[in-house]
């Protein structure tokens, strides 16, 4: 058995994670990471990047922009200068610009848009994910489908369902909640929903077209998309900037990477085989860390006056918290607000993004099929 350790850098100690198969890690629909095991606190040694990566693996948008300013640094570190991008206040902006263009093409054709959730199995974690979207499609008069089905179910229930909402015309968003049950092939399922209602944004078609210039793909996945508007709202320019990705999933980091060099930025991509990662990252103007390792990216990873957004989340024990841990991002808080000149916190940072951005890919789908501007 392996096992993972990081420092917390909240205090002097380290902390172990406690061992896990294979695969520590397991990616949410909507694009978080999470740690399958909590970590617990023993004296222990860093890793050096190349190890802690090995465990990781312009688009549309709302046709309003708000510019956001940063709100003053909350941290518990009385000597921080960077500020905090406001994730929650942001997404907010962003649900309230949603909502009235929801009701817009509700009086001008009658028409509301539809998200459809399939979940299936029982996660606790899942079943969260699934009711904050509800809530949030509720909150902005989308219509929200939901069909729970159980962990035994069969792969062909879950497609029969996937094609059903294919063709219902009420519906102009699909998303299956992940992960699925083993016994399930996940891209066979995912493969099946239709590519003008995909939007989450992983359809192979959908990101070989942001791959490429000219091209504008039907839907951005819902986390880089977050980050990118994150950024915008908040003032940064990124055209011309030198910029780091650390991670390179298909659900965040790729994506995330691709953006930015749409966005004109100069990017690189550190990984679990680059060997240079912290000097590569602190010649960065803007990082985005999305790799699920708590506190991989020190505040010595950091080019002083950088902006950095931390995508990850991950739960750590904490006996002080009412629920016996806390969450902590990708970036070591308390050493990166030293450095940076604006950084996410997490959480309040990308998550509520994610969820936003979410909401207005379903409405962009609902306004393409029936041509409304």
Known sequence: MASMIFTDCSSSTTARLLPFTRNPLFRLRDGTVLLRRLVTLTPSHLPSPRRALAFGSSSPSPSTRVTASFTTEASTSASATAKVIDGKSIAKQIRDEISVEVARMKDAIGVVPGL???????????????????????????????????????????????????????????????????????????????????????????????????????????????????????????????????????????????????????????????????????????????????????????????????????PVEDAKSPRGYRLVGDVCYEEACKVASAITPVPGGVGPMTIAMLLDNTLISAKRAYNFK
């Not at 399939?118 to 699934?130: E, H, L, M, Q, W």
């Not at 998303?175 to 099946?192: A, C, G, Y």
């Open 116 to 314: 459809a959730v399939i979940i299936v199995g029982d996660r606790k974690d899942s079943a969260t994910y699934v009711r904050n979207k509800r809530k949030a499609c509720e909150s902005v008069g989308i219509i929200s489908f939901e069909v729970r089905l159980p962990e035994d179910a069969t792969e062909q229930e879950v497609i029969n369902h996937i094609s059903e909402f294919n063709n219902d015309s009420s519906v102009h968003g699909i998303l299956v909640q992940l992960p699925l049950p083993s016994h399930m092939n996940e891209t066979n399922i995912l493969d099946v929903v239709n590519i003008e209602k995909d939007v989450d944004g992983f359809h192979p078609l959908n990101m070989g077209c942001l791959a490429m210039r000219d091209r504008e793909p039907m839907f951005v996945p819902c986390t880089p998309k977050g980050c990118i508007e994150l950024l915008h709202r908040s003032g940064v320019s990124i055209k011309g900037k030198r910029a780091v990705v650390v991670g390179r999933s298909n659900i965040v980091g790729m994506p995330a990477a691709l953006l930015l060099q749409n966005e004109n930025a100069t990017v690189s991509i550190v990984h679990s085989r680059t060997p240079n990662a912290e000097e590569l990252t602190r010649q960065a103007d803007i990082v985005i860390a999305a790799v699920g390792v708590p506190n991989m990216v020190r505040g010595n990873w950091i080019k002083p006056g950088a902006v950095v957004i931390d995508v990850g989340i991950n």
